[in-house]
């Protein structure tokens, strides 16, 4: 029987030869009923795929960036369906990550031919996250990039609001991993990963991989131009956890404590201010559509 297939698909993203095409190349597999959903911003996506999942599909194509990617990911977590990522974003960082081209008609091979793999997912203050997600100096940089900085300018535009946030104060922080006091003092900056590269396209976890159950944590305490010039020169050298400015780690639960409200963000989506945070991984949370061979 011929499978029921849903796409969910943020119509201002562009890839390939656009959603016309993408309609063709899916009409032209073996499918049964096919439930089609556009929407103007990736915060309207879950409930698209929630009704999806409820008219039975079978598969999901999800047509955006990393948001996209995101807000798809916390609404089919657990559900054991497929998601297959076509990658129109502008940063892609889970694609990328998982080895999904951004090409349209190899994308939707891979959604209709490729393996089916279970990876994790974080989940942070109760939403789920692919890539990453932070709080200080990383979400307040992200923050301010906005969708047209980063068609035009790329990681350049990352680069810019670096700099305008380098000279941020060091906030009074306490980390326990694992129900563990891990780190307490002053730091302008937590990441959490579930893979190796993140925003920029800096390699931030060396180690990281979204199948191995574990979140890494990651804590700056680099203050100032001089002192993340040197963090962020460690990392795109691929040696992270050499800075003595940074302190790397990995967990199943996190929790955090600020001496005062911090920016988060996750996958690139800033989500206000919090005092606190409370993270932990969940092993095989997403079902992903991969290329046959290769692994994350």
Known sequence: ????????????????????????????????????????????????????????????????????????????????????????????????????????????????????????????????????????????????????????LGKLSYVKAAVRHVGGPLVPMKIKIDGTTWFEGDASCLLLGNVSTIAGGIEAFDDARPDDGWLEVGISTARGPVQWGRVLGRMAAGRSDDSPLVRISRARKVSARFGAPLTYELDGGDRGRASRLKAEVVPGGLTICLPPDGRP
């Open 1 to 152: 029987m011929s499978p029921t297939v849903a796409v969910v698909a943020h119509r201002k993203k562009t890839l390939g030869a656009g959603l016309d095409r993408l309609r063709v190349l899916i009409t032209e597999q073996d499918v049964g009923d096919l439930l089609w959903y556009e929407v103007s911003k990736s915060r309207k996506a879950p409930k698209k795929v929630r009704r999806a999942l409820e008219e039975g599909a079978e598969l999901v194509f999800v047509w955006g960036g990393d948001g996209m990617v995101q807000r798809c990911a916390d609404a089919m977590a657990g559900s054991g369906v497929p998601m297959a990522v076509l990658p129109a974003g502008t940063a892609n960082l889970f694609a990328t990550n998982v080895g999904i081209p951004a090409d349209l008609e190899e994308a939707v091979r891979i959604g209709f031919h490729g393996r089916r793999e279970r990876l994790d997912l974080g989940v942070l203050n109760g939403e789920h996250f692919a890539v990453m997600a932070g709080a200080g100096f990383e979400a307040e940089m992200i923050a301010e990039v906005d969708g047209q900085a980063k068609r035009s």
